[in-house]
């Protein structure tokens, strides 16, 4: 069982930054593929950035260049590091995690293939 906790989120104009970070709870933090999604109002769930175990990571191309993922496992978080923003960022953040066999492997870039879920954490962008 992995329980996620994220933080960081808030208010923040056109073209500023915000960094989120998410706790993760266990043991075997460094055996999960962790992702961070976002949800606008009215919208289905998107896929923001994952990290693989090796740290490899893949980013959907609205946020590609302004975005950056990093992990670190001594301390069991994920954070994501937000330039650049832009009101359509706009959207609850949710941080993700499944377990992985493979080391190599990127993370998963669809919901339905993460197991563990955070609470959100709102990010709001004015223009």
């Known amino acids: 069982q992995v329980q996620l906790v994220e933080s960081g989120g808030g208010l923040v104009q056109a073209g500023g930054s915000l960094r989120l970070s998410c706790a993760a709870s266990g043991r075997t933090f460094s055996s999960y593929a962790m992702g961070w999604f976002r949800q606008a109002p009215g919208k289905e769930r998107e896929f923001v950035v994952g990290i693989g175990l090796s740290g490899s990571t893949n980013y959907a191309s609205v946020v590609k260049g302004r975005f950056t993922i990093s992990r670190d496992n001594a301390k069991n978080t994920v954070d994501l590091r937000m330039n650049g923003l832009k009101p359509e960022d706009t959207a609850v953040y949710y941080c993700?995690?499944?377990?992985?066999?493979?080391?190599?492997?990127?993370?998963?870039?669809?919901?339905?293939?993460?197991?563990?879920w955070g609470q959100g954490t709102q990010v709001t962008v004015s223009s």
């Open positions: 993700a995690a499944v377990y992985s066999r493979s080391y190599y492997s990127t993370a998963p870039d669809h919901p339905s293939r993460y197991d563990y």
